[in-house]
C-alpha cells in the first residue's frame, strides 16, 4: 500500500475538499481550562503561577526570573559547534530583517503642508517558547532578533522549566544573545496569562508572539479577547511541494518528511505534472523513513497527506493559490517564471537547493508563518509584526488655506459642522490673531 | 459652572485615573443578536438579507447591488463644489498612500543565497460604509484608495439603504472614482455576516474594514471569530490637544468641538502648562458651540471631557504616551523637538494651523485610526492593511554546503532529524545526482 494517497487530474472542483484542512474543534471544555487560569493568575499572581507550574510542569519554584548565574551557567553548556551555527544563523537573520525596518515616507506638498509616518517599536512584547522534548531555540533568534531590531523596550520570555526547575540552555544562550530582557520559567496557559494581566513578578506585555500546543494557542486566542493582540492565529504547520521531472525525488521526500515529523496533525502534500513521480517519492520515503526517530509520527502525518498529479503549469499555480501553503518548495526548473503568479503563500523555497530547513533555521527568513489558509491574509512575522506607524503633518498657514475650501465642503456635506469650523476660524483669524 | 472640567498639578500615579476610558460593556444581547443574525445568513442567504433590511432599514429590496443607472444618476447628483474638493483629496490621499507601497528588501549572501520579500495586495476586501445622518464618503477615499493601491483584485463595499432604497450619490461617486469593484445596499450586523460568509450575490471577502455603529463593531467581532481579519478594534474617537502660550484658544476650542460632535462618548482632553488657558479656552467653547447643529451631542462628550495642567513639557510628553491617543493635536512652538520622543500616537497634527479635519479630508493621511488606547500597539489603515509578504529564497549548490553545517547542528540539538536530512541528502549528492 503506497503512504502517499495520489489523486489523477482531479478537477478543480474537486481540489478544495482533497486539500481539506482538519477542522479546529472548538474545545469549550479547553476554552473554560483558559477562562479558569486567567482569572487564578489575575486574582492570585504569582502564587497562582506557582500552583499552576507545581501542577502541569511537576516542579516547586520559588522565584521565576532566570537568574545572572543560570545564564552563566548555561553559557558554559552550549558546545562551541551550535554556538557557532546560532551566530551564523543570527547573522543571516539579521541581516534580512534588518532591511524589513521600514524606511520614513513623506509626502510634500508644494503648497504648503507635508505628511510622513514613522515607525516605532513596540514598548513590551511577550515571547513564548516550548520547552519539552523539543527545545525552540531558533524560534527565540525568530522573535527576539526583530523584536530588537524593532526598537522594542522590553522582550519578556516565558518557557516551561524541566523537572529540575531549569531552563534548556541554548535556549537561554540565543535568548541573551538577541537582547531578551528577561526570562521566566513559566509554561502553558499561565505564562500566557501572566503576561496578558500581569503579576508580581511578570509584566503584562502589549502584544504576544510565539508558538505553542493546544493549550498555548487557545490562551493566546483568550489574551486575544482580553485586548493583548498576538502575532497571528495558529493552525497546524504545512508543506507544499511541487515537483517537476528537473526535482529528485529523495529530495523531495526528504522534504515532505520534514515537515511530517513536526506532529502528526502536519499537512504534507505533493503537486506534480509527472505521472511517475509519486511512486518514485514513495520509494525514498520508505528508505528515509527508517532513519528517523520520529518515524512514527511522521507515518501518521504521511498517513493523511496526499499527492495530486496535474495536467500543467497553470493548474500547478492555481491549486497553490488555493490552498495558500505555509511552506511552498517549487522544485521546478524554470522558477523564476512562476513567482509572478504565486499570490498565496507563506515562505517559497526555490529550486533543488533550497530545503525547508534552511528557512527554519539559517538562511535569515522568518519561520513564524501563517498556516491554516491564513497565508491568504498575513504575513509571516517580520520586523514589521513588533513596530507600529504614526502619522504626521505640518501644515502652513498658507497650506490651509489651499486645502481649507476642500475640507469645508466635504465636512459641511457630512454634517460635521464643528470639522468645518476648525478650519473657519483659522482662515478667517488670517494671519492676525498669531504670530 | 465650567464645561471643561479641570485638574490643576494632578500627580503622575493619578492621570490613568483621570484619562480613563468608558469601559466597553460586553453585551450579551448584541452578542447573542449577532450570532443569529450570521447564522441565518449562512443559512438563507439573500433571502436573509432581504429580511434584516425591511426589519431594520425599513425598506424591501429586490436586489442588493448597486447598478449602472444608479451610478449613473449618483454622478449628476453631485454638485461641481464636493466633486472638486474630493479629487483635490484623493490626490493627496494617493499620494501619500503612494509612498507607503513596501519596496522589495532582498538580502544576497556572496555565499551563494538570496531572501526577499514581495507584497502581495489582498484578493477580495470588503468595506463596510455607515449611511444614514453622517454619509460618510469620506471613509470610502480612505479605505478604497490604499485598497486600489494595493493592488486587491476586488473590492466589495457594503452600505446601509436609505428608506428610499438609494444609496448617498457621493458615497456611490467615490466608490466609482476609486476602483470599488461592487456596491451593495447592505447594513448593519447582516452586511458585515454577509461578506464573512458569503450569499448568492455577495462574495466572501479576505478582510473586513471600516467604522460603523456597536451593531457594526459587535458584527466585526463576531467576524473575526469566524477567521475573517478586521482592520483593527473599534472604540469611540478621541483627540488631545496639547497646547502652550503660543495656540490660539479659539483654535483650542475648535478642534475639540470637532471632536466632541462626532458622539456623545468621544473623549475629549486638553493639556497645557499654562494656567490660564483653560478659562481661555471655556470662553471660546461657549460662543463657538452656539454655532454647532450637533450641538446637544458636543455638550454630553464635553461633559466628560477633562483639562489637564502640568509642570512641563516631559509631562506632557509623559501623559501623551501614557494616554496613546487616536488624535494627538502639537499646538506648541517648538513641536519638532517634541517628536522623537512621541512614541504612541495615531495621527499627529502639527502647529497652529494643522487641525484634525486636515487629516478627516484632504490632508493625505488616513482617517482610519486607533483607538481606545491601541495606539500603543496598532497603527492607522495605510496600504499594508492591505496587502501581505510573501517570503522567498533561493539557494544554490556551494550557498547549501555553506549554510548546511549549521542547520544540521541547529536541526539536531532541536531533535527534528528529518529537517537535519533534508540538508544531508543535498549535500551527500554532491552535484552528482542532479544535472
Chains 1, 2 share one sequence.
Not at 517549487?330 to 504565486?342: E, H, T
Request: proline letters at 5%; one cysteine or more.
Amino acid at each position: 500500500m503506497n503512504r502517499l494517497r495520489t489523486a489523477y487530474y482531479p478537477v478543480c472542483s474537486a481540489w478544495a475538499e482533497l486539500l481539506r484542512r482538519p477542522q479546529n474543534d472548538s474545545d469549550c471544555g479547553l476554552q473554560q481550562l483558559c477562562s479558569t487560569i486567567f482569572a487564578e493568575v489575575e486574582r492570585r499572581g504569582d502564587e497562582a503561577l506557582r500552583q499552576y507550574t507545581a501542577e502541569f510542569d511537576k516542579v516547586d519554584l520559588e522565584r521565576f526570573e532566570v537568574t545572572e548565574a543560570e545564564f552563566e551557567q548555561a553559557a558554559t553548556i552550549v558546545e562551541p559547534a551550535l554556538r557557532e551555527a546560532i551566530l551564523l544563523s543570527k547573522h543571516n537573520i539579521e541581516a534580512f530583517h534588518r532591511l524589513q525596518i521600514p524606511r520614513k515616507c513623506e509626502y510634500v506638498n508644494e503648497n504648503g503642508f507635508r505628511c510622513w509616518q514613522e515607525a516605532r517599536g513596540l514598548d513590551r512584547v511577550g515571547l513564548y517558547i516550548p520547552g519539552g522534548s523539543a527545545p525552540l531555540f531558533s524560534t527565540v533568534l525568530m522573535l527576539a532578533i526583530p523584536a530588537q531590531l524593532a526598537g522594542c523596550r522590553e522582550v519578556v520570555l516565558c518557557t516551561p522549566p524541566g523537572p529540575d526547575g531549569k531552563v534548556n540552555p541554548a535556549i537561554l544562550w540565543c535568548a541573551r544573545l538577541c537582547g531578551v530582557s528577561q526570562v521566566y520559567k513559566v509554561g502553558g496557559v499561565q505564562a500566557i496569562a501572566a503576561m496578558t494581566v500581569g503579576t508580581e513578578t511578570i509584566c503584562k506585555v502589549d502584544k504576544l508572539f510565539g508558538p505553542g500546543n493546544r493549550f498555548v494557542t487557545a490562551a493566546k486566542q483568550q489574551a486575544l479577547g482580553c485586548g493583548v493582540p498576538i502575532d497571528m492565529p495558529a493552525g497546524p504547520s504545512e508543506i507544499m511541494v511541487v515537483a517537476d521531472e528537473s526535482a529528485s525525488p529523495a529530495f523531495v521526500a526528504s522534504d515532505l518528511l520534514s515537515q511530517a515529523e513536526h506532529g502528526q496533525d502536519s499537512q504534507v502534500i505533493l503537486v506534480t505534472c509527472v505521472e511517475t513521480l509519486p511512486q518514485e517519492v514513495e520509494v525514498e520515503l520508505e528508505r528515509q523513513l527508517l532513519e528517523l526517530p520520529r518515524k512514527a509520527v511522521a507515518e501518521k502525518a504521511l498517513a493523511a497527506s496526499i499527492c495530486v498529479v496535474l495536467h500543467n503549469k497553470q493548474e500547478c499555480l492555481d491549486i497553490i493559490n488555493s490552498y495558500a501553503p505555509e511552506h511552498l518548495l517549487l522544485s521546478v526548473k524554470d522558477y523564476a517564471s512562476w513567482i509572478p503568479d504565486i499570490r498565496h503563500a507563506g515562505s517559497v523555497f526555490l529550486g533543488n537547493y533550497s530545503p525547508e530547513s534552511a528557512g527554519d533555521y539559517a538562511s535569515g527568513t522568518n519561520h513564524t508563518l501563517p498556516t491554516n489558509g491564513y497565508a491568504r491574509v498575513y504575513s509571516g512575522v517580520g520586523v514589521e509584526a513588533f513596530m507600529k506607524r504614526i502619522s504626521f503633518q505640518e501644515i502652513t498657514q498658507q497650506g490651509l488655506a489651499y486645502l481649507g475650501p476642500a475640507i469645508e465642503v466635504m465636512a459641511e456635506r457630512e454634517g460635521l459642522i464643528a470639522h468645518r469650523n476648525a478650519v473657519r476660524k483659522r482662515m478667517e483669524a488670517n494671519g492676525n490673531e498669531l504670530e
